[in-house]
């Protein structure tokens, strides 16, 4: 999911490709801010930025760490 928010989608753009609704996007968003200490979509970046950038979410990937990992981007 991240990656299709990183790309520049909308939630209900996002929840078309994934065959869910923009409320469980919008939940999931909710729980990866809740969890790195952000309160919107440009402090995310931000962080995404400060920890690597487009990189992230392959490293992630690989390692099994982090958001992207447990949301299955």
């Known amino acids: 999911m991240l990656r299709r928010w990183c790309g520049g989608k909308t939630n209900p753009e ?7 609704s923009e409320q469980v996007i919008k939940n999931q968003l909710r729980g990866v801010f809740d969890k ?4 919107s979509r440009l402090e995310l970046a931000l962080y995404i ?7 992230w979410t392959e490293a992630s990937e690989v390692h099994s760490a982090g958001p992207a990992a447990s949301l299955g981007a």
């Open 14 to 20: 996002i929840a078309a490709c994934l065959g869910s």
């Open 36 to 39: 790195l200490g952000v309160w």
């Open 49 to 55: 930025a400060s920890q690597g950038g487009a990189n």
